[in-house]
């Protein structure tokens, strides 16, 4: 049996799983533990078929026809180096989120509107990427979506999560749309479905500019690219902390799979100017997106914005491939699609880490918003501690794995001066000043985001009486958290892993880093740039211990311990703590006017009077306001005003579709 047989044993397994977690609906509770163990199993079983083709040199692809779909066409599905790489993101994604539902899911609420929709969930992304022709993976992206949403509106009778599924269920339509569009453009009038075909057929220049620009709105839209990422703070937050990682880490990958799979292996050679197109939308996002995030104080939106910005960070990278691969600098271009795909993987651990800490928080202490949080460091100290690990590897700081996968992608911008172009050689710098300026907000936004929920003296009631989380909560925390760090401090491991999927892609592939002494990472060469994390971590280990030992040694041997966040009074309340609010002020101030139309007034009292100063801040979404509720309005506009249309007479009807069909006629007559 073919690897790819296998692993759709493993998708009928997760379907089944799906069906037995609805028979198990009518007993509350009796289902938890079973349905989310089983698909522990079935991802775990999956990536160990996946660990040993990766071991393989080299991978040869594997697949597998099943006699479904469309008539004498079937299901094709094929299994090759970028679908292996993917995969292992989707199963180990999955794998943590059950291990952490064992715990969290015994406080949810409604099990039985989840317990049916995860399996099915992880079902979708896997026959994503094993599909090999676009039936199928139209077919299986809609699956994906429609799951997710039902995940993401469990709790509906709650306003906010009702809209939130309303906006992602259009969204999302709107996505399949333009990759249903893309995909009849590749098939071409023969209807070639199969990926096969489509690499075979080599679409024209004109045809590939249009499938880029769609595949833009189908997986962009998808995967939060910037204007196309209303969705994705609204329906985050809105689903379980478990699934919300897997949207967030997971299913946004799956759309990244998306686009590289069409751009890089359907569409055949690029042209330089659709670099900058990919280029300027991920710059776009990556600042954004963090800009978002400083100003949110619910962390689970925050987490969600900050998905955004990442995205980003992938898409420059993957523009920067584009754009390499069209001058023929295969090694610039292997170096940056590298950088794509470790930056894809890293974010999958760490964002699955913070929400996986948030659900923690959340279930701790029932909120979400950080104002009403402090302290929990003394409460919750595993949890605390993970959640900085996190905090550090999305900061982009050493010796974590976040530092790697965007020191990778500066080092394909500073390849840009070979460049022939002279508008690449300035968007490249530009683009990588904006990569440069979304890594510090992002420090910014974490050092808030821990500082505010941790920190500090706890703000409520609820806070004072938070307890740890669960064995297996902090099991797969702990996980991902050794993960971080691995990565970051033996990225040469990792590197030597993509280089299968580079090789496919673009025919070449970074040095071997393992045979670099030190376990060191050149991208290029050494007399360029090189980098080693481990000696990074032991300087760091060695450092905070010797400073460790020299205060408590030779410094005062009293030990005083008070009241954290002191700010000069000796029994200051907890609303003199600095909170998220005050803590972005700066940086609202120097791009709120612009970014989002900031606006602050201060309420003082007159002297002598007794009542409260008040501080008004309004914050607009300006690409809300300004694209999406103007449409929303012409639609309203619209349908107000074809309402009539249903109350025709069968005259008037028969009249409507014969000039409907003259129209179509006349199309199909004057198209070239």
Same mark, same amino acid.
Not at 222 to 250: C, E
Not at 447 to 461: D, E, N
């Given at each position: ?25 009518? #007993? ?17 079983? /999956? ?124 969204? %999302? ?159 610039? %271009?292997?170096? /940056? ?55 550090? %590897? ?80 902090? /099991? ?95 029994? %200051? ?10 803590? /972005? ?40 306001? #300004? ?46």
């Amino acid at each position: 049996m073919s690897d790819a047989a296998v692993l759709l044993w493993g998708v009928a397994s997760l379907l089944g799983t799906a069906v037995l977690a609805i028979a198990l609906s009518r #007993t509350p509770g009796s289902g938890t533990r079973l349905v989310y163990g089983l698909t522990l199993g079935i991802s775990a079983t /999956a990536l160990l078929v996946l660990a040993g083709r990766m071991l393989e040199a080299p991978v040869t692809p594997s697949t597998a026809v099943l006699p479904v779909g469309l008539p004498w066409v079937g299901a094709h599905f094929r299994l090759d180096a970028l679908s292996t790489f993917f995969l292992v993101v989707i199963n180990f994604g999955g794998a943590m989120a059950s291990l952490y539902g064992l715990g969290y899911g015994s406080h949810e609420p409604s099990p039985h509107r989840v317990l049916p929709f995860f399996p099915a969930f992880l079902a979708g992304m896997n026959l994503v990427v094993l599909a090999d022709d676009a039936f199928t993976f139209l077919l299986s992206w809609e699956f994906m979506s429609l799951s997710s949403w039902a995940l993401v509106i469990v709790h509906h009778r709650e306003r906010e999560n009702a809209r939130a599924g309303y906006i992602y269920l259009v969204m %999302a339509s709107f996505g399949t749309l333009a990759l249903l569009l893309a995909f009849g453009l590749l098939s071409g009038p023969g209807g070639n479905y199969t990926f096969e075909a489509m690499r075979a057929a080599g679409p024209t220049p004109l045809v590939a500019t249009f499938v880029l620009a769609l595949m833009l709105l189908g997986a962009g839209s998808k995967a939060g690219l910037v204007p196309l990422h209303v969705w994705l703070p609204l329906a985050h937050p809105a689903a379980p902390s478990h699934v919300s990682a897997l949207m967030s880490g997971v299913m946004t990958k799956v759309a990244v799979y998306g686009f590289i799979r069409v751009v890089f292996d359907l569409l055949g050679e690029p042209t330089w100017w659709s670099s900058t197109i990919v280029l300027f939308f991920g710059g776009l996002t990556a600042v954004l997106g963090i800009l978002y995030a400083l100003m949110e104080k619910d962390l689970k939106r925050l987490l969600a914005y900050s998905t955004i910005e990442n995205i980003g960070v992938i898409f420059v990278s993957l523009g920067l491939a584009l754009a390499f691969k069209a001058n023929a600098m295969p090694s610039a %271009a292997a170096l /940056a699609l590298t950088a794509a795909l470790f930056h894809a993987l890293n974010h999958s651990f760490f964002k699955s880490l913070l929400f996986f800490g948030a659900g923690a928080v959340l279930t701790a202490t029932g909120e979400r918003d950080m104002e009403k949080l402090g302290g929990l460091i003394h409460r919750m100290p595993q949890t605390s501690f993970v959640f900085l690990v996190g905090c550090v %590897a999305i900061s982009s700081l050493p010796p974590f794995n976040g530092f790697v996968s965007e020191w990778l992608a500066f080092q394909a911008v500073l390849q840009s001066p070979d460049l022939p172009q002279w508008g690449l050689k300035v968007m490249v710098p530009a683009v990588g000043g904006l990569l440069a300026l979304s890594a510090a907000l992002a420090a910014a936004c974490f050092v808030k985001a821990f500082g505010i929920t941790f920190l500090g003296r706890p703000r409520t009631s609820a806070v004072e009486h938070a307890h740890e989380a669960d064995r297996y909560s902090l /099991a797969a925390m702990f996980i991902l958290a050794a993960l971080c760090l691995l990565a970051g401090i033996l990225p040469g491991f990792v590197i030597d892993g993509l280089s299968p999927v580079t090789l496919s892609l673009i025919g070449s592939r970074m040095p071997v880093q393992m045979a670099q002494p030190w376990l060191s990472i050149v991208p290029i060469a050494e007399s360029r740039s090189s980098y080693n994390g481990l000696l990074v971590f032991v300087f760091i280990a060695i450092s905070a211990s010797a400073a460790v030992y020299v205060i408590h040694r030779f410094a005062s041997h009293a030990l005083r311990r008070g009241p954290a966040w002191g700010c000069g009074f000796a029994d %200051a309340v907890p609303g003199s703590q600095y909170t998220g609010v005050s803590f /972005a002020q700066p940086i609202r101030r120097v791009f709120g006017a612009f970014v989002f139309r900031a606006t602050e007034s201060v309420e003082m009292p007159a002297p002598g009077e007794t009542g409260p100063a008040r501080f008004n801040l309004q914050i607009h979404d300006v690409i809300w306001e #300004t694209l999406y509720l103007p449409i929303g309005k012409a639609l309203d506009f619209a349908t107000d005003h074809l309402n009539h249309l249903q109350f025709l007479t069968i005259r008037r009807y028969l009249t409507l579709v014969f000039l409907f069909l003259i129209v179509l006629l006349l199309v199909l007559a004057l198209w070239p």
